[in-house]
């Protein structure tokens, strides 16, 4: 099914509007000569860690300790991640070497 010219527009239009509101509307909620409202100040703090810890439990949650490589892969990568972050301090770097000694373990090794 495809959409006619008048469909194409709204939808174009309607993809342009969410895309200002998003980028415009924290700007008008948090005026630069206001102060930050501590609940978001508050979420600034912990959101960061609680993301980081979602996405540490999502990889994690189909790895089968008793089947397969048990997991050991994915615990090897996790332990580059944490050595190359607290060596270097650098996020890109710890996350390319994790991912990449991943994809070589599961790829050539396990």
């Known amino acids: 099914m495809t959409m006619n010219i008048t469909q194409q527009i709204i939808t174009i239009a309607m993809v342009v509007l969410g895309t200002m509101l998003t980028r415009f509307l924290p700007f008008m909620i948090f005026p630069s000569g206001k102060p930050t409202p ?22 994690f949650k189909d790895v089968s300790l008793l089947s397969g490589s048990h997991g050991i892969p994915e615990f090897i990568a996790v332990a580059i991640v944490v050595l190359l972050h607290f060596w270097k301090k650098n996020m890109l770097l710890s996350i390319a070497g994790g991912t990449i000694v991943y994809m070589i373990l599961v790829q050539l090794v396990f």
């Open 38 to 59: 501590n609940y978001v100040q508050y979420l600034g703090k912990v959101l960061p860690s609680a993301v980081i810890g979602l996405l540490v439990i999502y990889c």
